[in-house]
């Protein structure tokens, strides 16, 4: 007995020793996996979408051959990823669409996270409905009129309302009271991901059929299924402030990027690098497309487009 | 006529079954004459009254918020989780860095050899073959991350399980108070709690371990004490006359004893671990579970496949491994070849070794790029060409999307409509008058103040949304679970061939066919209910298969000479004798039904699998741990009004 009592006082102490034996500060703590073997790491947050993944496979691809840096994903969700940025998990996250509370909150209030400056690309949600239906129907596109087609756009879930179909819990959404607050005889039904979201309209392009349905731009799935917009009232700033009376549409985001405040200042040309990262909304399509639609690893089409345009990366490495 | 000409124990049975339900039915009747015109006086509506809701929007918003500002500075934080926090990841990174030291090579060698110790050379050669397989997927790096991680997780799942066990198994007022906690466990769904865990540890390994343990504990802890309650008690008695002091008999008889059951423990921690790698990607644990979460943003199928099949030969590896080693007999190797058996062992290491050296000094330490087969494209193909061909418009039949349509439509539609016009008291009547006929009035309790609490919480909508989905996906289940048990336990070659199917069902992770679902059935209640379908049936299909096999013989040859046709047989003989294990399989579909719920949310499911992943997704912790609380209510009013009171004794005992 005596033996496995030093044993575990031994363990325990060490266990003591490894971690320091003042505070463990969870605020400072790296992914297990990073710097395997020696590498330079850093950690980056890839969003849901794809158009978030064209900018982290482009700058990965960037950071590891010309930087000789070891980058390592995680896929998180928005709000969660302003957590992790805050905590150092990860190091930037390339493409915010606006976060206000989170921006008072780390950005302002507690300084844990530097703006990293725009990414380039502005980015805009709407309401679409497929372009070979707006052509049949020229006055869909205003909100005016859609309680017209409100049948065409039933299905079996909207429960003999017009189905608008909302995607990923994570997005920026006001759509049910925009349809409350509008009067629409629309139900909105939430396809509860991307994915699903995307698959659903590809299925209903394939048949031609109509539907409506929540989306953004920039997009690669717009030259796969060619949408058109709705026009919805007018967006005035402060206009959705209020959740439950929004009845206007979203703005126009320049989409932004935020790094972590240590790495911002110590993280040498790989923060200095990720600053100067801004590319156009043509850039982003071309590597989404890729990926997305070819099928490309995420490290192919980054290099197909790394490979096309030399003058445009080298720009953000000097 | 009938009565009279069967047998009379037989009547006999259900006359007192029916005698003793109609009593309690009529006291439940009496009750419920007394009190549903109070209550209908007190708060008239159709829908749970919202004078009995509890708004937990405001503290548990304080309470996130009071966790995010002082994560960085509180003590609790600086000396308590911090710990706890930085151990996981030392642990973590402590496994990983010893895997990529040995290379792949060493890697395989090894996991082969221990295969071939444990349970012998055939599946020490099915180990390495599915180790060079998650190579030549090109998942090398994110298998070890996987596995790094799994190793961290089963062992303080296997040390916290064991701990609350051996507990259980000692102690009967611990056992008491431990087998609610235990169900709780069980039944509550991964997502609801990644988000506080989240909170806590943040995104990332620490948080993603943690999870992990919450959920493989439970089996562990139950298995441990069922074992240390199962020794056999004459052996016991002869050690205690032996003089041995209470440690001594717990450590030399007790435990041993037990040990098919520790490693069945083991066996079920493991899996259940692998299970969680994949949900644990959304909270940023890295590794395979990342990569299918990942493809399924681009809405790859085959490359969340490729992710996908490594978690499967895992699983399949661990659970043939450890079951061998359980089913092993522990005297043979110990007693009489103590020595070779440790040479064997040591040959293992010393080989482990040379191969690790080797590859190293070799500078092929690293899986070669070039050995990396691409099967996205060819699985894209095939799922382009499925949904292209059956989504609508096949003859006759119709496409999956009008199927879906209604399915929606005649079955989702009315029973969701039919439960939540239900007046609250009398769906709480229901529910009582279930769970009392097939339990006890503990159990009829339970269920009740589950359902209570359910409205208490504010989400009785929503709840019953989802208890329409839960009831139309075990019915399906149920159907095709029964219809395929059947088959495969009358046909010896049909479960050989079911067998590797049902495992490939069982293991692979849930993201990987949220595509084909929506692909095949639209977005809606219709693919959530076909994922559940999916996920449940393996277990529903097992237990039927293995019930009916369990059979009495006796009485099956009896019947046959009686002259009884195989439908007379499977309809007379064998499914009332199996009725214990049709039983559990109807409560096995609905707890795993349950579990994937959320699923169910990310396909359009709604109601609370959605509010779950939203909370999720946004931060919100009122949402996210409210619709969580309720599923878990959910879960428990289910498990009770379908879990026979025979199981519950037979359990404690």
Known sequence: MRIRTTATVAGASALLLLTGCGAADMTKQASPFANAQGAKSLTLSVQSWVGAQANVAVAQYLLEHELGYRVDTVQVDEVPAWDALSQGRVDAILEDWGHPEQEQRYVKDKKTITPGGDLGVTGHIGWFVPTYFAKQHPDVTNWKNLNKYAAQFATAESGGKGQLMDGSPSYVTNDKALVNNLDLDFQVVFAGSEAAQITQMRQFAKEKKPFLTYWYAPQWLFKKVPMTEVKLPAYKEGCDADPEKVACGYPHTPLQKYLNADFAKDGGKAAAFLKKFRWTTEDQNEVSLAIADQKMTPEEAAKQWVDGHASKWKAWLS | ?653
Not at chain 2, 315 to 336: C, E, F, I, N, Q
Not at chain 2, 592 to 613: E, F, K, P, R
Request: charged content about 15%.
């Open chain 2, 1 to 653: 006529m009938a009565t009279v000409t069967a047998p009379a124990p037989r009547v006999s049975l259900p006359g007192v079954l029916k005698h003793r339900s109609v009593a309690k039915l009529a006291l439940l009747a009496l009750a419920a004459a007394v009190l549903v015109p109070l209550a209908n006086a007190q708060w008239a509506s159709g829908s749970w009254p919202a004078a009995l809701t509890v708004d937990l929007t405001e503290p548990l918003g304080r309470a996130s918020d009071w966790i995010i500002d002082n994560r960085d500075s509180h003590p609790l934080f600086l000396y308590g989780f911090g710990y706890v926090s930085n151990a996981v990841v030392l642990c973590v990174r402590a496994v990983y860095l010893v895997l990529l030291a040995a290379g792949w090579a060493g890697v395989t060698v090894a996991a082969a050899l221990i295969a071939w110790r444990v349970a012998g050379v055939r599946l020490a050669a099915g180990t390495a073959v599915a180790f060079l397989a998650c190579g030549l997927l090109g998942m090398w790096i994110p298998t070890m991350q996987t596995l790094a991680l799994m190793v961290v997780a089963v062992l303080v799942s296997v040390a916290v399980g064991a701990v609350l066990g051996l507990a259980a198994g000692l102690s009967d007022r611990m056992d008491r108070i431990l087998r609610p906690v235990l169900d709780t466990m069980q039944v509550l769904p991964a997502f609801a709690y990644l988000l506080p865990v989240v909170l806590i540890f943040g995104i990332g390994v620490p948080a993603a371990v943690l999870a992990t343990v919450v959920y493989a504990a439970p089996p562990m802890a139950r298995l441990t004490s069922l074992g240390l309650r199962g020794a056999d008690k004459e052996v016991l008695e002869a050690v205690e006359s032996l003089g041995a002091t209470a440690r001594q008999r717990l450590l030399t008889a007790r435990i041993p004893l037990a040990r098919k059951e520790l490693l069945l423990g083991l066996n079920q921690t493991i899996m259940m671990a692998l299970s969680m790698a994949v949900i644990a990607s959304v909270i940023g644990a890295g590794g395979l579970g990342d990569r299918v979460y990942q493809a399924l943003a681009s809405v790859d199928v085959g490359a969340a496949l490729a992710a996908g099949i490594p978690i499967v030969l895992l699983a399949v590896v661990l659970d043939r491994v450890t079951g061998a080693a359980g089913d092993g007999d522990p005297g043979a190797g110990t007693r009489h070849g103590g020595l070779s058996r440790r040479a064997g062992w040591a040959a293992a290491l010393a080989a482990t070794v040379v191969v690790a050296v080797a590859v190293r000094l070799a500078g092929r330490l690293d899986w070669p790029d070039a050995w990396t087969l691409n099967i996205a494209e060819p699985v894209n193909r095939a799922v382009d060409w499925m949904t292209d061909h059956l989504y609508s418009g096949v003859p006759v039949i119709g496409g999956t999307a009008d199927w879906a349509g209604h399915f929606t439509t005649w079955v989702l539609d009315p029973l969701r409509d039919g439960l939540q016009g239900l007046p609250w008291w009398s769906v709480l009547l229901i529910v009582a008058a279930l769970a009392w006929v097939i339990g006890t009035w503990r159990t009829a309790l339970t269920a009740v103040l589950a359902m209570a609490a359910i409205g208490v919480l504010g989400v009785w909508k929503p709840s019953l949304d989802t208890l329409s989905q839960v009831l139309a996906a075990v019915a399906v289940t149920l159907v095709l679970g029964f219809a395929t048990g059947i088959a495969a336990a009358r046909s010896d070659r049909f479960e050989r061939l079911l067998r590797p199917v049902l495992d490939v069902f069982q293991t692979m992770p849930q993201f990987v066919y949220l595509i084909p679902v929506v692909a095949l059935f639209g977005v809606g209640r219709a693919p959530a209910v076909a994922a559940a379908v999916v996920y449940a049936l393996p277990a529903v299909v097992r237990i039927t298969a293995q019930g009916l096999r369990q059979v009495d013989p006796a009485a099956l040859e009896s019947a046959r000479s009686l002259g009884a046709s195989s439908g007379q047989q499977i309809r007379q003989v064998q499914l009332p004798l199996a009725r214990p294990a049709l039983l559990l399989a109807l409560n096995q579909g609905v707890v795993l039904v349950l579990a994937v719920v959320i699923i169910g949310g990310l396909v359009g499911g709604g109601a609370l699998g959605y509010d779950v992943v939203f909370g999720l997704a946004q931060g919100d912790l009122a949402t996210g741990l409210v619709a969580g609380a309720a599923i878990v209510c959910l879960g428990l009013m289910l498990d009770r009004v379908t879990q026979p009171t025979e199981r519950r004794t037979k359990k404690g005992a």
